[in-house]
């Protein structure tokens, strides 16, 4: 009993990290989804590549580790601005199939240059002392790491929500995910909101897969890999909130931290299969508005 | 060159359309040493074909086509080395029974649905089997993969032979076959109110279309025939691994198809030849530039060639016309 | 006279907002019916109850005396209830001829057939030509919708709906987007159509509704603010209040 207690707290402690790092990878897929409807599958790429400038700032630029987040957020964003407004822009008419195709493009071009530059092993990442330790609570030792994971994710998201909640560019980004025409015709620049947007989603992302590089391995099939995870995130939570992704990537993380350590011969089933029911029993997700 | 089935298109075959055909003939006689390649490249064109028909012609956008094309591998490769049916005869009509019961079941729920929710649905199916298949290690072989696969001489007569000649036949006999009823179900008035479905769902549904039994037909026909492309890729390759099942298999055959035209039968014929050539010169030497290359191309023709080799193609042809006159 | 169409206390809300308030209507065989009102009053929203497009709130739906409440478009469409849509809804890639024969072929039930070429069922094509032709439009029959000008779309629109041979037609604005110019050759075909039909007509323009309209019912925030003949309207002044009150905003 002691013992399944004890494994109780460790699956959802793990669980909760996981389930964070997935949420602030996830939470701008769901938003450039919901407000632009554009099925981008190259999210996770966005990820891989604060993941990989993590670990080039930490171990060739010398940079200190909270340095090498910011980097990783500022760089992603800077850099999804480009792609957005040269590619991404072109294709917001263009219809389910060719954003499909274009960003699965993205995808193989990504983990081709990932693995041009990196090779294909997987990424060390190199803590910094302080959080290499363990941290001692109610006699048992949870990593020091992951404990800043969860609090830092808390502390981004509770800034997230506020900030979508309490200014104006929260305001533009709700009316328009409402109802973009509306949107439109009070006034609101539309481009620059997506523009907006998009880098704040893509740099959100990078931070995500650079706090999240111990966690989810950074190598160059990254994108394919965890796409699947995202996606279920996004869908599961339903598409233009900030809620709905956040219930379900601790699920998902809680969940498949648990299946991993409990039933691993399953795998991943247990997951796919519950997203699939869900998805027939709510079609646009937990939180989603149904059509 | 856009073959859209409806109720003023002829259905009759033109001259260019056994053009592929006796190329296929040809390259058996010319290139005996790349058979092997050409088994695959028809192997191919049968699932590009089978994605065609719900991509290009129902409008069903899926990430998840590999399922059935594993499934059908699978279920050949499975009844051959665990249940010692050797008769390819055989293990394709199970492939085929399998990816219909599997092709009814999943579409009958997941074609309700549009947008994110069913490409999600696509993904997550392949990616159950995917994992089923990476866990029965003890059925599926797991990781390692799936051998000590036998396959029987065809009709007793014709056995699968070192250099691929029989299996080359095969797979251009069963493309063939393939190719043919694919091409009457899209000048059927079924293929056309599937192109109906495509161009205005909400249209088809106001004129009294019964679309969701429309689309789930057209998903079960097209699982069936990615499972024979499965299965023949078993029975050629006597060897089944997970790849077949993965995500990156549905993501390159929907490049393949794309590089060709979607919607337009030969899109699927032209996409294969194309890309698995260029693969065998290039993607063992340069992996890393290959997949560079196929990405870059990828993001090219969507921007630019939408309508693939065969839409560019046309164009030309109109653009040499105008220039005649 | 019987009532082909007939909605009792037709509700619906969508969150806080009602959009049909407590309709009671009935459409008359034959009839020549037209329904006006502010925009955002709710018309659009009351052609998609009635063909069951959206599910309603409360109330019934009764189409030639069966309650159809619960029926799908499709059901209902058997049953001979037709609509044309306020935003052109058509096959943009098809010729004019495809988009009807498509139609066509629903009806007539050949449309799910698997294996024999469509263009042998030349009944078909014959009958959308037919069709077309009396709608003045066989001269277009084969060029692609998106090729075509946005007032012949509106005919197509209204040509793949007859092709079902509705019993009931709901038009809704078949005039809305067409120069002003083109609107007698939409009203001509109105004119044309079977006095058979049972038609509910949608339409902003005031000129066009009281050429067509026998009766006339005003809707105003959900609800049926009035209904009677053109002259009975025409006299009332609710109606200008509504629609000038319409104009100062
Ligand atoms: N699906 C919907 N969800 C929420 N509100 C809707 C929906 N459809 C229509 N409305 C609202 O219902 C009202 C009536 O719309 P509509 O029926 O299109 O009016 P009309 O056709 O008379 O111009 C409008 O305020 C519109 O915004
Ligand atoms: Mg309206």
Known sequence: ?291 | MRHNGSYSASPRIGLLEWLPWAIGVAAFFLMPEYLSLGARILIFILYALSLDLVVGYAGIVTLGHSAFFGLGAYAAGILSARFGVADPALQLLVAMTACALMGLATGAVILRTRGLTLLMLTLAIASILLEVANKATSITGGADGLSGIVVAPILGLFRFDLFGKTAYWLCLAVLFVGWWVTRRLIYSPFGASLVGIRENHVRMVAIGSPVPRRLLTAYTISAVLAGVAGALLTQTNQFVGLNVLSFESSGELLVMLILGGVGRIYGAFIGPVVYMIAQDMLAKQFPEYWSLGIGLLLVIIVLFARDGILGIIDRLVALTRKEAR | MTAVLQTRGLCKRFGALTVADNIDFTLEAGARHALIGPNGAGKTTFVNLLTGRLSPSAGTVVLGGEDVTRLSQQERIRRGLGRTFQINSLFRGLSVVDNVSLAVAERRGVSGRLFRPASQLSEVRDEAMELLRSLGMADDAQVVIANLAYGKQRLVEIAITLAMKPRVLLLDEPAAGVPSLETHRILDVLDALPAEIGILIIEHDMDLVFRFAKRITILVNGATLLEGTPEEIAADPRVREVYLGERHE
């Open chain 1, 1 to 291: 009993m002691q013992e399944f207690l004890a494994s109780l707290v460790s699956v959802a402690f793990h669980g909760v990290a996981y389930g964070m790092i997935l949420y602030v990878i996830s939470v701008g897929l769901s938003v450039t989804m919901g407000l632009m409807g554009f099925a981008n599958l190259a999210h996770g790429v966005f990820a891989m590549a604060g993941g990989y400038i993590l670990t080039t700032s930490l171990d060739h630029w010398g940079l200190p580790f909270p340095a090498a987040l910011a980097v990783a957020f500022v760089l992603v964003a800077a850099g999804s601005v480009v792609l957005e407004r040269l590619l991404y822009a072109r294709l917001y008419a263009a219809g389910e199939l060719a954003q499909v195709l274009f960003t699965i493009g993205l995808i193989f071009m990504a983990t081709a240059i990932a693995r041009l530059i990196y090779g294909t092993l997987q990424q060390p990442v190199h803590l910094p002392e302080g959080m290499k330790g363990q941290f001692d609570l109610l006699g048992r030792d949870f990593p020091a790491y992951r404990v800043f994971i969860i609090l830092f994710g808390a502390a981004l998201v509770a800034g997230l929500w506020f900030g979508v909640e309490r200014t104006r560019f929260g305001a533009m980004v709700r009316a328009a995910v409402d109802n973009r025409a509306m949107a439109q015709s009070i006034g609101i620049d539309t481009q620059k909101l997506f523009m907006a947007t998009f880098a704040l989603g893509s740099g959100l992302a990078g931070l995500g897969g650079a706090l999240g590089a111990e966690i989810i391995a950074i190598q160059p099939s990254y994108p394919f890999e965890h796409l699947v995870y995202f996606l279920i995130v996004v869908a599961v939570g339903g598409l233009g909130t900030l809620r709905g992704p956040f219930v379900a990537a601790l699920v998902i993380g809680i969940a498949d931290t648990a299946c991993k350590y409990w039933v691993p011969q399953f795998g991943a089933f247990l997951i796919y299969v519950a997203t699939i029911l869900l998805l027939l029993w709510r079609p646009a997700g937990l939180f989603g508005r149904t059509a």
